[in-house]
């Protein structure tokens, strides 16, 4: 029987639509079938750059002895993560909280009322490392369903029952302060990796939240700890392996402590974060590195991710063919040193081999190295360098690339219009903050409809079936937030607005805190709520964040109060575990600093106007808001009544509901900024 992902729009279910298994979507049709079958779900989550997926698919899901054996059993449902994180979030709890560890593929056998009772992630061919079989898994599930249903149905309760129960600790009322933060600052530099930058051992991620919460801190307070661990931070990964040192962008994340092998797939999230990151860092030190890196990653951006309609894809896979018809992880990326040779030659190779740490053993597999910058390079000539990078570069083309997962999830490109604005307006190129309002026009266009509402993805300009969640809305309205902010357009200030007036109807929940559907969204075995940032920032404190920064764009008491609500979780975790709650912390620093509030007016044109608006731009002051326009513009809410002072172009600052004096020369601006 054919299986029935089709006619999805999610990359990962289309590259499952030819296995011998019949999967299906998640829907209330398979779990009706299930019902009338009377067998139990078998619930397959991954996305598509995920290697393992790619693993036991190759090894199980495109085996007809093993699909003819689901197919009789099971009803088989096979979800995108990314497509819906509510699905993954709910029976990741679950598998969590049964086995103590999660991670992708997620396994999991439900019944037909969508209680789980069997988990696991990977399950090999045969068995291995302490792992069982999937078919003796499978075989497993399939006995305890037909004799001993009355056990199952008790697990599957309990489970629903303790998921259900579980309460989150909010934290009580108020806001964070001044010791909380200081406390969270303490608790990083604890878990700080003095040696090589980050946090904790391996595997490391980029900690791009808490690099955020960092910098903002330093911004307030002039905490140099702060600068360096964020500064020596964001060296350390950019000098590494998870740093694309020909192409640009960073991988998901080093496998190693000291950032040298990546696990090489390219996440849009990661790098807009990143990007965003290295852009604020600039303008903290003016460092040529951060420079060039946020700009490198934005150009990556566009390169390698952009879509026809003007969005950003998904993901970059880790694996590629490696030339011989095997899919290797980082078969791209890497280089021996023959093929150094074999591309520039032997003179050139030896520089490059020095430059770029490339050794005889290999620092990845069969000899091998991945590129880094070593700390100890020394001075190279530049021209030769640049040479060099090209023609590896161009080489590396040649090479098969890695998948591309093309779906456009709402939330991600929010991200990215965010750090493609920012750094287009730091760095003085309108060709990124084009890019940045084309895909803004494409959430506009594609994902909201007439009410606001979100779609959740993408792709090939059709939306897909799934609504949005509480990151899509906060996300999206931050990257329009930064797009107002650098266009001078209020239409953005407004979208940002209809987006955030849902927030405010359909996902809070008592004493402030948020939920991670809409009150009207499809019913689960548990409403997903979580306050900890992931990957990229948590729904929750994200909605925080563009909830305060509205706010201060329009003076709205009822979304200055629910930011500072939602931000009382901050006051709980950030002191105990400020690794996973940076980007709340973050928000707290702009809601200590105010935030401040900048109104730029003048004439268009005007050189001391235009100079003005490029210092607020680089305003390090934490969450500052701008808007910039003639005294008469009806764009934005604080440019009412901010005449021209003596005719000339001025500048008005307000913090903590106090303004200062307009300034009509950037000097005396940037002292207040």
Same mark, same amino acid.
């Given at each position: ?408 999830? %709402? @939330?991600?490109? $929010? ?5 493609? *604005?920012?750094? &287009? #307006? =730091?760095?003085?190129?309108?060709? +990124? ?117 509205? %706010? @201060?764009?329009? $003076? ?5 109060? *629910?930011?500072? &609500? #939602? =931000?009382?979780?901050?006051?709980? +975790? ?100």
């Amino acid at each position: 029987m054919p299986n029935r992902l089709a006619h999805e729009t999610s990359p990962y279910l289309l590259q499952h639509a030819d296995n011998p298994v019949d999967w299906q979507p998640w829907s209330a049709k398979a779990f009706e079938e299930a019902r009338h079958r009377d067998v139990p779900v078998l619930l397959s989550v991954g996305y598509s750059s995920c290697h393992w997926c790619h693993v036991m698919a190759h090894e199980s899901f495109e085996d007809e002895v093993t699909a003819a054996f689901v197919n009789e059993n099971f009803v088989a449902v096979k979800v995108d993560r990314e497509e819906r994180p509510d699905v993954d979030a709910v029976y990741m709890e679950a598998v969590q909280a049964a086995t103590g560890q999660g991670g992708w593929p997620m396994t999991v056998f439900l019944t037909p009322d969508a209680a789980p009772f069997y988990f696991g992630t990977y399950f090999p061919p045969e068995p291995r490392h302490g792992m069982p079989s999937f078919p003796e898994v499978l075989e497993g599930v399939r006995d305890a369903w037909a004799d001993r249903r009355e056990e199952v149905g008790e697990v599957a309760d309990r489970i629903v029952r303790d998921l259900g129960s579980r309460s989150l600790a909010h934290g009580g009322q108020g806001v964070p302060g001044e010791e909380e933060l200081a406390q969270a600052l303490l608790g990083l530099t604890r878990e700080y990796d003095a040696k090589r930058g980050g946090f904790g051992g391996a595997p490391k991620f980029p900690p791009s939240m808490a690099l955020e919460f960092l910098l903002r801190h330093h911004a307030r307070t002039g905490s140099e700890g702060a600068l360096q661990m964020a500064a020596d931070t964001c060296e350390a990964m950019a000098r590494g392996g998870i740093y694309d040192q020909l192409g640009g962008g960073f991988a998901r994340y080093a496998v190693d402590h000291a950032w040298v092998v990546p696990h090489f797939e390219k996440m849009l999230y990661d790098n807009a974060l990143l990007c965003r990151v290295y852009a604020h860092l600039w303008k903290a030190t003016g460092s040529d590195l951060a420079r060039r890196i946020a700009l490198e990653t934005a150009d990556f951006l566009v390169r390698e991710l952009r879509t026809p309609e003007g969005g950003f894809a998904s993901a970059l896979d880790a694996d590629s063919d490696d030339g011989t018809g095997e899919h290797v992880e980082g078969a791209y990326y890497v280089w021996t040193p023959e093929q150094l040779t074999e591309v520039l030659g032997e003179r050139d190779a030896a520089l490059a081999a020095a430059h770029y740490g490339v050794t005889e053993d290999g620092t990845f597999e069969h000899g091998s190295s991945v590129l880094q910058l070593p700390q100890d390079a020394g001075v190279a000539d530049a021209g030769r360098i640049a040479s060099i990078a090209a023609r590896l570069l161009a080489a590396r083309e040649e090479r098969e690339r890695p998948g591309r997962d093309d779906k456009i999830v %709402a @939330a991600w490109n $929010g991200l990215a219009v965010a750090a493609l *604005a920012e750094t &287009g #307006a =730091l760095f003085d190129r309108p060709d +990124l903050v084009e890019r940045a309002t084309e895909a803004a026009d494409l959430l506009v266009r594609v994902h909201m409809d007439e009410t606001a509402r979100l779609t959740r993805t993408s792709r090939d300009g059709r939306a897909g079936s799934n609504a949005g969640v509480l990151e899509d809305y906060a996300d999206v309205a931050e990257g329009f937030l930064a797009l107002a902010a650098v266009t001078g357009e209020g239409t953005w200030l407004e979208f940002a607005g209809f987006l955030l007036d849902i927030v405010l109807d359909r996902f809070t929940a008592e004493g402030g805190a948020l939920y991670d559907t809409a009150h009207d969204a499809e019913a689960l075995i548990r409403r997903p709520q979580d306050p900890t940032d992931n990957a990229a920032p948590s729904g929750w404190t994200a909605a925080a964040g563009a909830l305060l920064s509205y %706010a @201060a764009h329009t $003076g709205s008491e009822a979304h200055r109060a *629910a930011a500072e &609500g #939602a =931000l009382g979780v901050v006051k709980a +975790l950030g002191p105990r575990a400020p690794r996973f709650i940076g980007w709340g912390l973050a928000v707290s620093e702009a809601l200590l600093d105010g935030p401040r509030e900048i109104a730029v007016v003048g004439p268009p044109g005007d050189e001391v106007f235009r100079e003005l608006c490029r210092t607020a731009l680089r305003a390090t002051a934490p969450g500052a808001v701008l808007a910039f326009g003639t005294p008469d513009s009806e764009e934005f809410p604080l440019l009412r009544d901010r005449p021209l002072v003596a005719g000339a172009p001025a500048a008005y600052v307000c913090r903590h509901f106090t303004c200062d004096a307009p300034v009509t020369d950037p000097a005396g601006l940037r002292a207040k900024l």
